[in-house]
């Protein structure tokens, strides 16, 4: 898709090299015009596919049809511009190879943005191919959806003025929404992890041979999911949210929106890093739990952001669910209620009521850091595939 120039052929015999807009003019003229509601590539194949009879003539026999249609296929290829072009490529190419390192494949490549389209486009196919599998995300987001309100059904509306009660209602929302980013996040990583893996041996092929770029099929692939990062939350948030919560504010939940989308984000470009390294879909799911395990321990949840060793800040640092589980804290308890508790109740975390922008920021910074480290990962590995 992703090239300009075709090429056919029939046994050793060239029947067709030159530009791919204008092989269905060159059949057109030798008689064989491709019908306006039949595939091209199928009507050459169909056309080329007769065979010759190799005895026929030695046997005094004619020819067959089908080898009299090959032969006034190679006869005007021969005599057409189209030959004569290719034959000034290949002219001008040998004169300009000097070693055996000229890519001479890269000589029908087309433009970044024609690239960037079709390999798009190509995806755009490849997920709407597959319905079914579109619409058993969206279930199985409003499943677990329900699953977490029945779980945490309005908890904090048995909540009274005593410490006890207090307490547990923080340790009940805190844990809540905690579940929430990541059970997202969780998502976000396994329907991408197997996904790229089973794409690379294709890739690999298309791009040695040029048919496109890393950079293109890259940003292609990662912007196709960018919808379902934002619209699975939002379902996922809208069925949830105010089932657990009995005084629901609408800029809380356009917030812990923002956070949660932000958060899936993040995990699919570590999901696509850590599918790079494993190449294979077993090995991916081999490394991901030993890649991933740091990254949940260093949240926020399970140890207190200041109790953890300066050795372990940089997993701290670059962990998404770190920055999600803070962003949905301040988001619940931050902008509402007395000032003063909730100041306490963040504190309590190890967090500051004013992150919330700092956390949207590390959340975009880490999506574009581990998306950078994977497209170079796949340019040095595609190279030595």
């Known amino acids: 898709l992703c090239v300009d120039t075709t090429a056919l ?23 064989f015009a491709c019908p306006p509601d039949f595939n091209p590539a199928d009507f050459y194949i ?7 009879h190799p005895g026929a003539r030695e046997q005094g026999g004619k020819e ?8 006034e296929i190679e006869r005007g290829y021969l005599e057409s511009s189209e030959k004569q072009d290719a034959d000034n490529v290949i002219k001008h190419l040998l004169v300009m190879k000097k070693d055996q390192k000229l890519k001479v494949n890269m000589a029908g490549r087309v433009g970044f943005w024609k690239q960037f389209i079709m390999c798009g486009w190509r995806n755009v196919k490849i997920l709407t191919r597959n319905p079914i599998l579109n619409h058993i995300r969206v279930i199985q987001h409003i499943a677990v959806a329900i699953v977490f309100g029945l779980a945490f059904l309005q908890r904090n509306k048995e909540s009274a003025d005593d410490k006890d009660s207090k307490l547990a209602e923080i340790q009940n929302t805190s844990g809540c929404l905690f579940l929430i980013v990541y059970m997202l996040s969780l998502f976000g990583v396994f329907n991408n992890i197997q996904v790229l893996p089973t794409e690379l041996p294709l890739f690999v092929r ?16 990662a912007l196709m999911e960018v919808p379902a990062c934002i619209v699975l939350p939002l379902i996922f948030n809208l069925v949830c949210y105010f089932m657990i919560f009995s005084d629901p504010v609408f800029e809380k939940f356009l917030y812990l929106w923002l956070v949660s989308a932000l958060s899936i984000l993040a995990s699919t470009s570590i999901a696509f890093f850590v599918s790079v390294i494993g190449w294979e879909p077993l090995n991916t799911l081999a490394i991901a739990p030993t890649i991933y395990a740091p990254y949940f321990l260093f949240c926020g949840m399970f140890l207190r952001i200041e109790d953890c060793p300066d050795y372990m800040k940089p997993f701290q640092y670059t962990s ?12 619940h308890f931050g902008p509402y209620g007395s000032d003063q508790d909730n100041k306490k109740i963040i504190e309590s975390f190890s967090m500051e009521k004013d992150n919330l922008w700092l956390d949207v920021v590390a959340l975009v910074a880490l999506t574009f850091f581990f998306h950078l480290q994977a497209s170079i990962l796949l340019w040095i590995r595609s190279r030595n595939k």
Do not use: D, H
């Open 320 to 331: 998404w669910l770190r920055w999600g589980y803070e962003g949905a804290i301040i988001t």
């Open 206 to 221: 298309e791009y040695r041979s040029g048919a496109y770029g890393i950079v293109p099929w890259y940003i292609a692939k």
């Open 46 to 52: 169909k056309t080329l596919a007769a065979q010759r």
């Open 64 to 71: 067959p049809a089908g080898g009299e249609t090959i032969c």
């Open 9 to 31: 052929s029939s046994g050793i015999n060239a029947e067709y090299g030159g530009p791919r807009t204008g092989a269905p003019r060159f059949f057109a003229e030798l008689g």
